[in-house]
């Protein structure tokens, strides 16, 4: 497995949060706030590449030189409906980017994805996408929403920022796509018999929106 494409955010503040995340007493509220700062916090190492210009600007003391964001622009991609849960956090760093929507469901016999919605910016082809889901289990899902952004003309690196991975789930995404960069909080022991990611964090999209 090419490890080289994944980025394991461990800065000790995202390793503190984590672990509240992952605590089966954390309510839904802290939860949400928890994946919105966490996605915060990997949004910074998503865009470290993104490249610079140099424009002029007047000071209240004089004019100078200073740098902005040059290149293409951004798209945040949730896979629904967990994804959800961290646009926010990405938004609160890229005000400016467009917002793609994603609707998958897992066939809880077969674990297989089925997409069931998509509504993509006209221009998404123009620009760079940083897709969004909370939870790198199987990677069925993952594998299956960046073959769609493919099919809609993105190229280049599509970045893939998620909170917890299993090993079989990175595996299978980056098998699936050789231009894709994933970042995550922590790589996991692996799944379960139900293809759930242990320790992992349970049911994300439960958790974020309080129906279980």
């Keep these: 497995m090419d490890l080289e494409r994944v980025?394991?955010?461990?800065?000790?503040?995202?390793?503190?949060k984590l672990s509240i995340l992952r605590n089966k007493d954390t309510s839904s509220k802290q939860f949400r706030e928890l994946v919105?700062?966490?996605?915060l916090f990997e949004g910074y190492e998503a865009t470290r590449d993104l490249p610079l210009e140099k424009v002029v600007i007047e000071t209240p003391i004089c004019e100078t030189e200073a740098l902005r964001i040059g290149g293409k622009k951004l798209a945040v991609v949730p896979i629904l409906r967990a994804g959800l849960g961290m646009v926010d956090g990405v938004l609160e760093l890229i005000p400016a980017a467009r917002v793609g929507h994603l609707g998958m469901y897992r066939d809880e016999e077969t674990h297989l994805?089925?997409?069931?919605?998509?509504?993509?910016?006209?221009?998404?082809?123009?620009?760079?996408?940083?897709?969004?889901?909370?939870?790198?289990?199987?990677?069925?899902?993952?594998?299956?929403?960046?073959?769609?952004?493919?099919?809609?003309?993105?190229?280049?690196?599509?970045?893939?920022?998620?909170l917890v991975a299993a090993?079989?789930?990175?595996?299978?995404?980056?098998?699936?796509?050789?231009?894709?960069?994933?970042?995550?909080?922590?790589?996991?022991?692996?799944?379960?018999?139900?293809?759930?990611?242990?320790?992992?964090?349970?049911?994300?999209?439960?958790?974020?929106?309080?129906?279980?």
Aim: hydrophobic residues 45%; proline residues 5%; contains cysteine.
């Design 113 to 162: 994805p089925h997409a069931y919605y998509d509504k993509l910016p006209s221009d998404v082809a123009e620009r760079q996408v940083i897709v969004v889901d909370p939870m790198l289990a199987t990677g069925g899902s993952a594998a299956a929403a960046l073959q769609y952004l493919r099919e809609a003309g993105v190229t280049g690196t599509i970045k893939l920022m998620v």
């Design 7 to 16: 980025k394991v955010i461990d800065h000790p503040m995202v390793q503190h």
């Design 167 to 212: 090993p079989e789930g990175l595996e299978t995404v980056l098998a699936a796509d050789e231009d894709v960069m994933i970042y995550t909080c922590a790589i996991d022991e692996g799944l379960n018999e139900a293809a759930y990611i242990v320790p992992g964090l349970g049911d994300a999209g439960d958790r974020i929106f309080g129906t279980k």
């Design 36 to 39: 919105s700062e966490l996605a």
